[in-house]
């Protein structure tokens, strides 16, 4: 059996596990995880706030914010 993941969805694996391996309470921006992980800052932001929406990621806003 293949399993075919959309890109959006092998997105939001990528992104999920880079959070998973960081150190707590350390936020980091749409665009420091889109360079890590060599996507786009734009896809990537649409990705990041669906899975704040489902509250799997969380988020804090300012200047001293990310995901």
């Known amino acids: 059996m293949i399993v075919i993941f959309s890109k959006a969805c092998e997105l939001d694996l990528q992104?999920?596990?880079f959070l998973s391996t960081q150190p707590a309470?350390?936020?980091?921006?749409?665009?420091?995880?889109?360079?890590?992980?060599?996507?786009?800052k734009e896809f990537l932001s649409k990705v990041l706030q669906?899975?704040?929406g489902k509250g799997i990621v969380?988020?804090?806003k300012g200047k001293t914010g990310g995901f």
């Open 15 to 17: 992104a999920v596990l």
């Open 25 to 40: 309470g350390s936020p980091f921006s749409s665009g420091d995880i889109s360079s890590e992980l060599k996507v786009p």
């Open 58 to 60: 969380g988020s804090k």
């Open 50 to 52: 669906t899975l704040t």
